[in-house]
Nanobody, 124 residues
Framework: QVQLVESGGGLVQAGGSLRLSCAAS????????MGWFRQAPGKEREFVAT????????YYTNSVKGRFTISRDNAKNTVYLQMNSLNPDDTAVYYC?????????????????WGQGTQVTVSS
């Protein structure tokens, strides 16, 4: 049974930072690509960031480039999303996802396992 557990969400003022963590059990983070997605109220889930199995490739949605950084610590079986310069448009539930494929992808259908999500709220 693969489980992904996100943590690190919360309430932050605009301009602030948060670091989300995604801890995997029943599967090693190093087994495949990992991704972060988010869903704002009344909107569809959208891609945020992805990192390949090797860690050599990362992709970001345009709205977070230069502000968010995805990374992985295979020794801790954890993936992170460092979020800086947050603004109210970043408010959403953030989901961690794991793929069997080693290739980074911005397509949610390419991911096989999902976490329960962690709420991020940015106040203006």
């Amino acid at each position: 049974q693969v489980q992904l557990v996100e943590s690190g969400g919360g309430l932050v003022q605009a301009g602030g930072s948060l670091r989300l963590s995604c801890a995997a059990s029943g599967r090693t983070v190093s087994s495949g690509a990992m991704g972060w997605f988010r869903q704002a109220p009344g909107k569809e889930r959208e891609f945020v960031a992805t990192i390949s199995k090797s860690g050599a490739t990362t992709y970001y949605t345009n709205s977070v480039k230069g502000r968010f950084t995805i990374s992985r610590d295979n020794a801790k079986n954890t993936v992170y999303l460092q979020m800086n310069s947050l603004n109210p448009d970043d408010t959403a539930v953030y989901y961690c996802a794991a793929a069997r494929s080693p290739y980074a992808s911005n397509v949610d259908g390419r991911y096989d396992y999902w976490g329960q999500g962690t709420q991020v709220t940015v106040s203006s």
